[in-house]
Nanobody, 119 residues
Framework: AQLVESGGGLVQPGESLRLSCKHPRFILSTFTMTDWGWYRQAPGKARELVAQSNRFSGDDTMYADSVKGRFTISRDNARKTVYLQMNTLKPDDTAVYYC?????????WGQGTQVTVAS
């Protein structure tokens, strides 16, 4: 995996987590010229796009219907890091979450981080 992810864990329903993702060798211009996305894959299910932040503008975002109003994708240019803030987590959010970065140099993936929501 070329991207480094962190922030997964076990939480109870209603709690929050924040995932982080970065490429260790991206310079700032590469970071800003990249489309960033978070995907997830639950056991026995296909990988699905959860949230996306398109290049140039951190305001150009999209979310899966299942997470709208609860998840927020954001960029920190100073840290060259992308975050996924997940609030009001539900058991259905349990999955392995993957970070994705696409730019002129290539298509990059993280190793995946487990998020488990259970009582």
């Amino acid at each position: 995996a070329q991207l480094v992810e962190s922030g997964g864990g076990l939480v109870q329903p209603g709690e929050s987590l924040r995932l982080s993702c970065k490429h260790p060798r991206f310079i700032l211009s590469t970071f800003t010229m990249t489309d960033w996305g978070w995907y997830r894959q639950a056991p026995g299910k296909a990988r699905e796009l959860v949230a996306q932040s398109n290049r140039f503008s951190g305001d150009d975002t999209m979310y899966a219907d299942s997470v709208k109003g609860r998840f927020t994708i954001s960029r920190d240019n100073a840290r060259k890091t992308v975050y996924l803030q997940m609030n009001t987590l539900k058991p259905d959010d349990t999955a392995v979450y993957y970070c994705n970065a696409r730019n002129a140099q290539g298509d990059y993936w993280g190793q995946g981080t487990q998020v488990t929501v259970a009582s």
